[in-house]
């Protein structure tokens, strides 16, 4: 049906101001790309001229690897840790109800509402008390703490979609809790854990704040920028700054496909012959 009231001056005004909206967020990242290809060391237009040589630069400088590695070590286990917790968490609300429920929710969802700072200093007064701090596995507790509520908004989500019955059904039909579990919770949460997965990943390697509080001499790529802005300004970071774009950009992107995926439910019968042998 044609909406007849519908002012096409309107229209482009909306669509001018989306327009408008992205540019404004995504032209200081566009900048960064276009500076780390300049020749010159201070960004500046016009520009001197083409070049990969800070690229180069990156490539060869052992702190950048070393701080590449401690990001990867750190978000691949805090992806997979945050996700299993996140998970749990989920289905914990999903499946049972108890006592004190919106308490248990707003306790699990509340680190992410927490300032930065405020969250490294607690955890770096934390950690430095049981003797944690200063080590690789220091920004893993860390970030794990930051990211399990995001893994399980997502779970969340998904699990908020699904029949309840299908867990019962599948008692019915002779599955253990277990057996419900992996033939019928995690298939149709499947594509909510990848999710998960690649957001907490993303979350992780972006952090820069509560990092720089616990990681000690451990550093992740974003804290390792810090160093690079101590002192001098160096173009280094213009061609660190679009990796780490990329790459976080990949994962979010990752993680919305997987969340538009409309996988369907699975069949109260479907798994009847294997349940019950």
Same mark, same amino acid.
């Given at each position: ?30 900048? /960064? *790309?276009? *500076? ?5 060391? *201070? +960004? ?11 690229? %180069?630069?990156?490539? !060869? ?50 680190? +992410? ?14 950690? /430095?008390?049981?003797? #944690?701090? @200063? ?10 703490? &930051?990211?399990?509520? $995001?893994? &399980?908004?997502?779970?969340? #989500? ?18 253990? %809790?277990? &057996? !419900? ?12 854990? *990848? ?12 952090? $820069? ?17 810090? @160093? ?12 660190? @700054?679009?990796?780490? $774009?990329?790459?976080? &950009? ?17 069949? !109260? ?9």
């Amino acid at each position: 049906m044609n909406d007849f009231n519908r002012n096409p001056l309107i229209d482009w005004a909306l669509k001018l101001y989306i327009v408008l909206a992205f540019a404004f967020i995504f032209a200081p990242i566009a900048a /960064s *790309f276009v *500076f780390s290809l300049n020749i010159d060391r *201070f +960004p500046s237009l016009p520009l001197g001229g083409f070049s990969t040589i800070w690229y %180069e630069a990156v490539y !060869a400088d052992p702190l950048v690897w070393e701080g590449l590695r401690n990001t990867l070590i750190v978000g691949a286990t805090v992806s997979v840790v945050a996700t299993a917790l996140g998970f749990g968490a989920a289905y914990t609300d999903f499946r049972y109800k108890f006592f004190g429920k919106p308490f248990y929710l707003a306790l699990a969802l509340l680190p +992410p509402t927490i300032p930065v700072v405020i969250l490294g200093l607690a955890m770096l007064a934390f950690l /430095s008390n049981v003797h #944690l701090s @200063g080590e690789v596995h220091s920004v893993i507790i860390a970030h794990v703490v &930051m990211c399990a509520p $995001f893994a &399980m908004a997502i779970c969340r #989500l998904r699990l908020s979609q699904m029949d309840p019955s299908l867990e019962a059904a599948a008692w019915n039909l002779g599955a253990s %809790e277990w &057996m !419900a579990m992996r033939h019928v919770i995690v298939p149709f949460c499947r594509p909510a854990i *990848f999710a998960a997965l690649f957001i907490t990943m993303a979350v992780s390697f972006d952090e $820069f704040a509560v990092s720089w509080f616990v990681s000690g001499l451990h550093e992740t790529l974003p804290v390792k920028v810090l @160093g690079f802005l101590q002192g001098q300004v160096s173009p280094r970071i213009n061609v660190i @700054g679009t990796f780490v $774009f990329l790459a976080s &950009m990949t994962l979010v992107i990752l993680a919305q496909i997987l969340l538009m995926k409309r996988s369907a439910a699975p069949k !109260a019968g479907g798994n009847a012959p294997e349940l019950v042998s």
